[in-house]
């Protein structure tokens, strides 16, 4: 397809998109004007068709796939789901997305919310804020690069120069270079630290933005009191901001669940790195076992399910 | 006695900022090395990035824009027809879910109908489902439609999937709208499709581009989708899918990974930077993104 054509397509696509959106508009005000209460049914019909049939219908056929064989052929019963409690390296998949949902949320947070506090403090707080916030705007797939370039081993050899930051600076400190993305159990880990790379940022707005939201006459009455710094903020501003706290620990713990690029990207899920995201990707995309696959996507649904109504509770609260 | 009270407070606010400002810039440099070895790497000649690292930059300084010519160079496997195709995907992949939005969020917001609390509601639970749950018997899908392997199918999926968190973050904004204002132009005889589009599209526009700037990158770092129905189609590929792919190989061709990969990084960080305002405050409003 040359680049021209694709051009061409997308210029289709959304000149049919605009002769549909065009004529929802145009049969809603005709109608309307000879008094036909069709508006509501024109308007969000789209919207609704679409996420009928391209999530709510997929996502119930996933659920039932996943009480089949790999094919979808067969009825296996809870087959599936005991494959994910009883092989050993799937229960590993679970211990490692455990690992990953209890840490990166938490340090994401703790880095986000000391450093919004310390930017604060410094006279080119805008210029901090934006390094830090930078990487959200990047790729999980580009973070992960970015991060190979840090932790790419070479031997140790007089000869041989390392070209990853971090065995650089071990080198320089007369240390022994490491295998960090090989090297169990501590490969997981140096995974960890590209999402908390990303989350910090999002992080550090959110907390940020709370923390500006503490009237400054109750930190002032506490300065006042006689309170340190820390003081103060352990007691007044730390309570004044949990909610915005329960929300960004949530969210990043819903976009830790998710992710599976960092893993695909650095180590493929060998060396025992995988999460339920990526050995989702791995066991419908790589081995064609739809029914596994779909056991593991399920899972995931059933994990995401309780964060996401406490999430949407914090929500609530903070909107009142 | 209280001057040198005074000045003791004063040494300690100064030490305390001094500390504040030593861990600010340290934290600060943590998150934006990586970032730089990345764009140097870029730069450097291919022998140089394979055998020594981005630092040696500074006591033999040489660059070149070989990588990013051979990067975007000619054939269809080049970055540069990749790249055509991210843009491809995302253009389209921002402006339908948001339209979409639009239409459903002022019938939710502002028309009475009976069950349009239940199905707002119900729109609104759908954003906790995974995509992954979708995307097996979405592709099925696609194959019976015979669109399997073309950029249809990712738009489709883009806009399906982004209509959730739409629909609710831009109701949330519509629904804001002067009631007086929407109520005037009813008695004035303008029917809904002439205030959606003389009222609520122009005055929604902070609210339509933070969602938008959060669908663009979303759309354009998108992994997984695009894996799922674009990984054996190389002619639609994102650059997204081919970097993965580059990462993945041995004997890591690291020339073409760090010109590759800066090139994806760019577009997303001169958007994000030009529109963070928006950004920001879609963040503050609408962080459940699913």
Known sequence: MSVTEKFGQMALVL?????VFAGILVTVGRLETRGRAVAPILLTGPALLLLGVGLVYPAIRTIVASFFDAQTQHFV??????????????????????????????????IGMV????????????LAKTLVFLPMAISFVGAAII???????????????????????????????????????????????????????????????????????????????????????????????????????????????????????????????????NEYYAQ?????????????????????????????RQYRRADA | MTTLAAAAARAKTRLGSLTATVATVIIAAVWTIPTFGLLLSSFRPEAQIKSTGWWTFFTDPRLTLDNYTQVLSG????????????????VPAVIMPILLAVLAAYAFAWIRFPGRDLLFLAVFAVQIVPVQVALIPLLKLFVS???AGTFWTLWIAHTTFALPLAIYLIHNFIAKLPAELIEAARVDGATHAAIIWR???????????????????????????????????PQIAPLTVRLAQLAGTNGTQWQLLSAGAFIAIAVPLVVFIALQRYFVRGLLTGSSKS
């Open chain 1, 15 to 19: 000149g049919v998109f605009a002769v």
């Open chain 1, 77 to 110: 019963g809870m087959a599936n789901y005991s494959t994910l409690v009883n092989d050993p390296s799937m229960r590993r998949v679970i211990v490692n997305t455990m690992l990953w949902i209890v840490i990166c949320p938490i340090v994401s947070t703790v």
């Open chain 1, 115 to 126: 450093y919004a506090v310390l930017a604060d403090r410094v006279r080119w707080e805008v």
């Open chain 1, 147 to 277: 991060w190979k370039f840090v932790y790419e081993y070479r031997a140790n050899q007089p000869d041989i120069a390392q070209i990853g930051l971090l065995n650089q600076i071990i080198v320089w400190l007369g240390g022994d270079p490491q295998h960090f993305v090989t090297r169990e159990p501590w490969n997981t880990l140096f995974l960890m630290v590209v999402m908390i790379w990303i989350e910090a940022g999002f992080a550090m707005t959110v907390v940020s933005a709370a923390i500006k939201g503490v009237p400054s006459e109750t930190i002032e009455a506490s300065r006042l009191d006689g309170c340190g710094a820390l003081q103060t903020f352990l007691h007044i501003t730390l309570p004044s901001i949990r909610a915005a706290l329960v929300l960004v620990l949530t969210a990043i713990t819903i976009a830790v669940l998710k992710v599976f690029d960092v893993v695909l990207t650095m180590t493929g899920g060998q060396f025992n790195t995988s999460v339920i995201a």
């Open chain 1, 284 to 312: 419908t995309f790589r081995f064609f076992n739809v029914g596994v696959g779909s056991a593991l996507a399920t899972v995931l649904f059933l994990f995401v399910i309780p964060i996401v109504v406490y999430n949407v």
């Open chain 2, 75 to 90: 054939d269809s496997a080049g970055l540069g027809s990749i790249f055509v195709n991210s843009v491809v995907i995302a």
């Open chain 2, 145 to 147: 439609l015979h669109v």
């Open chain 2, 199 to 233: 009222i609520v599209i122009p005055l929604s526009m902070p609210g339509i581009a933070a969602f938008g700037v959060f669908q663009f990158l979303w759309v354009w770092n998108d992994l997984l989708v695009s894996l799922a129905f674009a990984g054996g189609a």
